[in-house]
């Protein structure tokens, strides 16, 4: 049976109402990029314009036929037709392990009249984070060193901890260079990390996206599913590199934050794992 590759962006992504579509499809990346600038369309779901200048985030799958017609009749499209809602081309899409040419399913001109308000993230869920309230954060970096917050007196944010989130699929690298030395990353290439899950109020998100530099874009706020005691934790909000560069081993201040605030929560498998690797990189400077 033939399958295609695709990219999707709004109301198709995991725990959105329209994933059932593709209930089955094999996951490639829930970390996928590419070029185009999104809008909230005012009913319900996003568009996607062609532009070279701006990025869309999404997910990529390996879907069937049937789900790709499926695809086609929710997206309002048909190879011949010349009122189509959306058009469906074949683009490039990044991801953490690579390129992938894949379907996606752009607005047609003669309906750009429906792009509402453009969505700066490039990010559908990301654009309705404001409207949780509390949230759940996972802390897989210097972040679960509460000794930070204090000194930022931001500590009455963090306060609840949820638990131990397990999140499989990604390994911890440092892929950012900074003058003294790497920061950590999440990457999409297999294996757990592990962190601290905190309940977060909304008033939170902007000390986080400053510290984590999203304006500049340093990081960017995605969503994952993790663990907490066996239990699924679904659209947990954390945060990735956006331009991820060779590892780099991190300052001895950064790698101390980051066992400090794990010590107590994290498995001591897990710390040495860490603790291991850190000493791997610094014999490589």
Same mark, same amino acid.
């Given at each position: 049976?033939?399958?295609?590759?695709?990219?999707?962006?709004?109301?198709?992504?995991?725990?959105?109402?329209?994933?059932?579509?593709?209930?089955?499809?094999?996951?490639?990346?829930?970390?996928?990029?590419?070029?185009?600038?999104?809008?909230?369309?005012?009913?319900?779901?996003?568009?996607?314009?062609?532009?070279?200048?701006?990025?869309?985030?999404?997910?990529?799958?390996?879907?069937?036929?049937?789900?790709?017609?499926?695809?086609?009749?929710?997206?309002?499209?048909?190879?011949?037709?010349?009122?189509?809602?959306?058009?469906?081309?074949?683009?490039?899409?990044?991801?953490?392990?690579?390129?992938?040419?894949?379907?996606?399913?752009?607005?047609?001109?003669?309906?750009?009249?429906?792009?509402?308000?453009?969505?700066?993230?490039?990010?559908?869920?990301?654009?309705?984070? /404001?409207?949780?309230?509390?949230? *759940?954060?996972? &802390? !897989?970096?210097?972040?679960?060193?509460?000794?930070?917050?204090? +000194?930022? @007196?931001?500590?009455?944010?963090?306060?609840?901890?949820?638990?131990?989130?397990?999140?499989?699929?990604?390994?911890?690298?440092?892929?950012?260079?900074?003058p003294d030395g790497g920061r950590?990353?999440?990457?999409?290439e297999g294996g757990v990390v592990?962190?601290?899950?905190?309940?977060?109020?909304?008033?939170?998100?902007?000390?986080?996206?400053?510290?984590?530099?999203?304006?500049?874009?340093?990081?960017?706020?995605?969503?994952?599913?993790?663990?907490i005691n066996g239990s699924l934790?679904?659209?947990?909000?954390?945060?990735?590199?956006?331009?991820?560069?060779?590892?780099?081993?991190?300052?001895?201040?950064?790698?101390?934050?980051?066992? /400090?605030?794990?010590?107590?929560? *994290?498995?001591? &498998? !897990?710390?040495?794992?860490?603790?291991?690797?850190?000493?791997? +990189?610094? @014999?490589?400077?």
């Amino acid at each position: 049976m033939e399958r295609y590759f695709v990219f999707v962006y709004g109301t198709l992504r995991r725990h959105e109402r329209n994933h059932y579509l593709i209930k089955g499809a094999e996951l490639v990346a829930e970390q996928a990029w590419t070029e185009g600038k999104l809008f909230d369309t005012g009913f319900g779901y996003p568009a996607l314009q062609e532009s070279a200048a701006d990025v869309v985030y999404g997910e990529l799958y390996l879907v069937t036929e049937d789900q790709l017609h499926r695809l086609d009749e929710l997206e309002g499209y048909s190879v011949k037709a010349l009122d189509n809602l959306y058009n469906r081309k074949i683009q490039l899409i990044s991801h953490d392990t690579g390129k992938t040419k894949a379907y996606i399913y752009t607005i047609a001109k003669h309906n750009s009249h429906i792009l509402k308000t453009p969505i700066k993230s490039g990010d559908w869920k990301e654009y309705h984070l /404001r409207k949780q309230d509390p949230i *759940l954060y996972f &802390a !897989y970096g210097s972040c679960m060193d509460h000794a930070r917050f204090k +000194l930022a @007196k931001v500590d009455q944010y963090f306060q609840k901890v949820t638990g131990t989130g397990i999140l499989n699929g990604y390994t911890l690298r440092y892929t950012v260079t900074m003058p003294d030395g790497g920061r950590a990353d999440i990457v999409e290439e297999g294996g757990v990390v592990e962190g601290k899950v905190y309940e977060i109020p909304t008033d939170c998100v902007p000390y986080l996206y400053k510290r984590e530099g999203v304006g500049s874009r340093l990081y960017r706020p995605t969503f994952v599913d993790l663990f907490i005691n066996g239990s699924l934790y679904k659209d947990v909000l954390t945060f990735t590199v956006v331009n991820k560069e060779a590892e780099t081993a991190p300052p001895e201040h950064y790698s101390d934050e980051i066992i /400090r605030g794990g010590t107590g929560f *994290l498995s001591e &498998a !897990y710390l040495e794992k860490l603790k291991y690797h850190i000493n791997i +990189l610094c @014999k490589q400077r």
